[in-house]
């Protein structure tokens, strides 16, 4: 496994009581984005990182579909295809040990707060470097959640936002 200082950002155990899943010789992921020329990159990068594409479709209901058939243990979801929230929803509830990580061109996505509602563990932005994404995946694979420091600090300030609109008094 490579080592995890190379990742830019810190990352948190999303169940720090989850056991760490063997890493088998491929581990498979399920690549899905509307843009032909970013699945291929995605391809590229998770190849060269010893990942199995096992799945490359163009939209969440295929991505859903080929989830279900396929079984990957993660999938990459692009967060702006239609019925990518429904999407993410629907394989973090059937398949548990699967991993949904979103991707998106926005680093401050307002839907961001929303995919990982749905049961998205992590995030790559499409900048990040082509040699970060397979670490990430690893990390996330170990029970890790992987968000930018940015992100995890728009979602701090996202909860003390909403405590803070609950403390207010209402006026009349």
Do not use: W
């Not at 999303?14 to 491929?26: F, G, N, S, T, Y």
């Not at 032909?36 to 199995?52: K, V, Y």
């Not at 163009?58 to 079984?71: I, M």
């Not at 929803?89 to 929303?114: G, Q």
């Amino acid at each position: 496994m490579r080592e995890r200082s190379r990742l830019s950002v810190p990352l948190a155990r999303a169940d720090p009581d989850a056991p760490v899943r063997d890493a088998p010789e491929h581990q498979r992921v399920l690549v899905a984005d509307d843009q032909a020329l970013t699945r291929f990159a995605l391809r590229r990068a998770l190849e060269d990182g010893g990942f199995l594409v096992c799945a490359e479709v163009r939209n969440a209901a295929d991505a859903v579909e080929a989830a279900l058939r396929d079984l990957p243990d993660v999938c990459l979801l692009d967060l702006h295809m239609l019925g990518s929230i429904e999407a993410i929803e629907t394989i973090a509830s059937k398949l548990e040990e699967t991993a949904v990580v979103v991707v998106t061109v926005a680093r401050n996505d307002p839907d961001l707060f929303e995919a990982m509602c749905a049961g998205a563990v992590g995030y790559i932005p499409h900048d990040t470097d082509a040699e970060r994404i397979p670490l990430a995946l690893e990390a996330v694979l170990q029970g890790d959640i992987a968000l930018p420091r940015a992100v995890v600090k728009k979602l701090v300030e996202e909860f003390r936002a909403r405590r803070e609109r609950r403390r207010l008094p209402m006026i009349e």
